[in-house]
């Protein structure tokens, strides 16, 4: 069904690439007026929108882009995935993952909700992962927590605001190609020798054989974003292809 978030303004962080760009492109196709946003404002070239550069983890950046957008759905998608366990992981990585896997989400809701909640509705969606309370990863410490964290605070701010017409889920892919993915590829293969190696890796835990596509997780992104999803609030939606149900 066409036109699914017709009359709806939409905030994207993180849009530039992989996730958050195929989501900008999905909303943009299913009616929305979409703000889409990055720390690097090249990257939105070529997206059918209005497009700005938005710091996450600047309180004055995400002020000024919740101004400018004013969104009915806020799609909350910045974010880095460290490598390695809590022995490899210093203090100063902990502070940057928490800051932008988390604090990015409390900078931008807390900016947002006062116009949700004026205009009597809005729908957050979070990125988290499978990785998280749901599923541990082998050297994911870092990302583990913060994503865990994040399917915490999703719970919270939907409890704390559903009788007043906010909804607020959380999204908790597996693995998704995306350019930061191919990243990692390569840095696991750097380790063990072999490219190839790393990527057959990746894919073994997968029960399906294959990653995800950025398009499959941006559906859901829409799904959410929209009134078919008027009754869900308060969960994380697990779209693994099967990993953490093994």
Not at 213 to 223: F, M, R, S
Not at 235 to 241: C, E, L, N
Request: charged letters at 20%.
């Amino acid at each position: 069904m066409p036109g699914r978030l017709e009359g709806k303004r939409a905030l994207i962080t993180a849009a530039g690439q992989g996730i958050g760009r195929a989501t900008a492109e999905a909303f943009v196709a299913e009616g929305a007026e979409v703000f889409a946003t990055d720390l690097d404002l090249a990257l939105l070239d070529g997206l059918d929108c209005e497009t700005f550069a938005l710091d996450a983890r600047d309180d004055a950046s995400v002020r000024a882009g919740v101004d400018r957008a004013q969104p009915d759905v806020l799609f909350n998608c910045a974010g880095f995935v460290h490598h390695g366990s809590v022995l490899d992981a210093t203090d100063d990585d902990f502070a940057f993952g928490f800051d932008l896997n988390v604090h990015s989400m409390f900078r931008t809701i807390r900016a947002a909700l006062p116009g949700m909640l004026e205009r009597g509705g809005g729908s957050i969606v979070n990125m988290s992962s499978a990785c998280s309370s749901v599923i541990g990863a082998p050297n994911r410490f870092i990302y583990g927590a913060t994503k865990a964290a994040v399917i915490g605070l999703t719970k919270s701010v939907a409890v704390d605001f559903i009788k007043q017409g906010i909804r607020c889920n959380c999204i908790c892919p597996g693995t998704v190609e995306s350019p930061s993915w191919h990243d990692r590829v390569k840095a696991l293969g750097e380790e063990m020798g072999s490219y190839d190696k790393a990527m057959e890796a990746f894919v073994a835990r997968q029960p399906m054989g294959r990653v995800a596509t950025a398009a499959e997780i941006a559906a859901l992104v829409v799904y959410l974003g929209s009134d078919e999803s008027a009754f869900t609030t308060g969960h994380p939606h697990i779209i693994d292809g099967g990993w953490s149900g093994q």
